[in-house]
């Protein structure tokens, strides 16, 4: 990955990239240790506190037949590299992950539209890390550390990354179905 840009703060992964779609290349990877605005899907808002891993990926598949897979990639990423940490993790479709039945992991795609064309995918992705507590979210939530899991943030992120480009190239040629 050569294109890496991090933020102490930020007010979202996604929205840095999808500002900066144009002038970024395919595979910049955007890092932070806090977001101030979060989110998920139907604009809910992602609690992003220090302690999380929070990262949003920018690509520019040359195939567009298969957009919607890469945010199974990257959910099928997550739960590979989180169950060598714990095992009892799955992914809730589409965009969740669970451990212990609590949610652990958000993702959020975006499409960045230009001219009326798709010009790129924003995958952001929030995992819950070393938080101690979970605030009051609407549903049962946890965080590695909760779980009696202490991960190194930037360890698991490197882990997350090999998955989904290893297997980023098939998904972009033949769908999600190519990896199963």
Not at 120 to 145: E, F, R
Request: hydrophobic share 40%; proline share 5%; aromatic share 10%.
């Amino acid at each position: 990955m050569s294109n890496v840009i991090h933020f102490e703060e930020i007010d979202s992964t996604n929205n840095y990239l999808k500002a900066n779609c144009a002038s970024l290349p395919h595979g910049t990877l955007v890092t932070a240790r806090r977001q101030t605005a979060g989110r998920g899907r139907f604009n809910r808002k992602w609690i992003s506190e220090e302690g999380g891993l929070y990262f949003s990926v920018l690509i520019k598949p040359q195939h567009t037949d298969f957009w919607p897979n890469f945010t199974q990639l990257m959910g099928l990423s997550l739960c590979r590299a989180i169950e060598k940490l714990f095992p009892r993790t799955y992914l809730k479709w589409p965009n969740d992950v669970l451990a212990d039945g609590k949610k652990l992991c958000g993702i959020l795609s975006e499409g960045v539209l230009s001219g009326g064309r798709l010009e790129g995918m924003v995958i952001g992705t929030g995992v819950n890390v070393g938080q101690k507590t979970m605030p009051n979210v609407g549903q049962p939530a946890t965080s590695l550390y909760m779980l009696g899991i202490e991960a190194d943030p930037q360890a698991l992120l490197q882990d997350i990354l090999n998955y989904f480009w290893q297997d980023y190239p098939a998904v972009e040629e033949r769908g999600f179905a190519a990896i199963c």
